[in-house]
């Protein structure tokens, strides 16, 4: 039986209502999945998690690899006892961080050494290792270690890269050994149409549990992102998960979605939580500013969230303004709050054949 099911499909667009079938749970797509780095989604608890109307969440190989280390987790039970997380997880491979962490690393064919960020230590990680960690950690979907590259880039170093994300892939999948787990290519090659399709077409052939588009919202902008995207989902299994790595702003999902994207994750909710900026269906709310002093409103009337529910406008302008850490959770929470609402009504609106009337409400 697949672990993916497609229960509707939009007719005037490749938006597609889905079922994701894991080892702790079934998931709705598209999903938004929150960013646990290190372990944990800043400054939430996971029952506060659970109250926002998150069902997976997303935790990094590499940044657990340093700390605590994969020997320590096993010994606790596993990441989802760690982080007392009963839903589904899903681990990145290290591989974004052989961009993000690119003055840190060598690379060849065979792997990537980095030097610790933390202490400068030397780390190496290939498609063998990074696929036994994650197979070690215990998570739902794993994805395989590939190289994503910056922007721009020149066309010769990108195919390379793009070769080795295919060996790597490759690797990954003679290496994966939990059968508890779904392993997920990662189609890479830039903004370069031609040389996403060769990825694509090199990865399919492995026939993967699902199929990322990665190495986007590095520096491309909106319209040629989802060009690539738009190219790139058409290109891919129909009945296999289409997940968007890194992205993005809910204008970015609503256009992924369209293109057929049923999985994203991105920081912006936290990190932008964590710095006073609000999402709202109007546009964002900065609340630093002057303007929110003796504002009594909450960010948005009809939020459910615990933030909207209990605060004002002015009193989180002043937990921010103090330095008290209550303005970041709070903020925080309601944004992932609105992105799962956002991603509950594209559900409904997928399923009603409505999806194009709410995306013209979020093009801002």
């Given amino acids: 039986m697949s672990n993916f099911q497609i229960l509707h ?21 598209p999903v938004f999945m929150p960013v646990g780095t290190a372990g944990a989604v800043k400054g939430t608890t996971p029952q506060q998690l659970k109250e926002t109307g998150s069902e997976i ?20 039970g596993g990441l989802h006892k760690f982080m007392a997380w009963g839903g589904p997880i899903l681990t990145d491979s290290g591989g974004y961080q052989v961009f993000s962490l690119s003055s840190l690393t060598k690379i060849d064919d065979d792997g990537v ?35 994503c590259t910056k922007f721009p880039i020149e066309k010769p170093r990108l195919k390379k890269s793009i070769d ?38 090199e990865l399919v052939k492995t026939d993967f549990d699902g199929y990322a588009i990665g190495g986007l919202s590095v520096g491309e902008g909106h319209e040629k992102m989802i060009k690539t995207v ?7 299994p129909e009945d ?31 990190r932008n939580g964590r710095n006073a900026y609000a999402f709202t269906e109007n546009g964002p709310l900065r609340l630093r500013n002057n303007v929110h002093i003796q504002d009594a409103r909450p960010i948005e009337a009809d939020c459910d969230c615990y933030c909207c529910r209990n605060f004002s ?24 709050t609105f992105y799962q609402r956002l991603m509950s009504r594209i559900r409904e609106a997928i399923k009603r054949s409505n999806f194009a ?8």
């Avoid at 597609?16 to 080892?23: K, S």
């Avoid at 738009?230 to 891919?236: I, V």
């Avoid at 008290?324 to 944004?335: D, K």
């Fill in 9 to 29: 499909t939009e007719s005037s667009s490749a938006a597609r209502l889905g079922l994701l079938t894991t080892a702790h749970g079934t998931v709705e797509t």
């Fill in 57 to 76: 969440i997303l935790a990094n190989t590499y940044h657990l690899l340093l700390r605590p280390g994969v020997e320590t987790i096993e010994k606790l």
């Fill in 113 to 147: 050494e980095f030097a610790s960020h933390i202490d400068g230590a030397k780390i190496y990680l290939n498609a063998e290792i990074a696929t036994d960690i994650q197979n070690r950690l215990g998570v739902d979907i794993i994805m395989c270690f590939d190289e």
């Fill in 164 to 201: 080795r994300t295919i060996l790597w892939a490759n690797r990954c999948k003679e290496a994966h050994n939990n059968p508890n787990q779904l392993l997920f290519g990662i189609v890479q090659g830039g903004i370069d149409l031609d040389l996403r399709s060769y990825c694509a077409s």
């Fill in 230 to 236: 738009t190219h790139t989902a058409g290109l891919l």
């Fill in 240 to 270: 296999k998960p289409h997940y968007l790595m890194g992205v993005g702003t809910p204008a970015d999902i609503i256009a992924a979605v369209k293109a057929g994207v049923d999985m994203f994750d991105c920081v912006l909710p936290t």
């Fill in 313 to 336: 406008r002015a009193s989180l302008r002043h937990f921010f303004n103090c330095g008290e850490m209550l303005g970041p959770i709070l903020v925080s929470l309601h944004n992932i």
């Fill in 357 to 364: 009337d709410l995306a013209k409400r979020f093009d801002y």
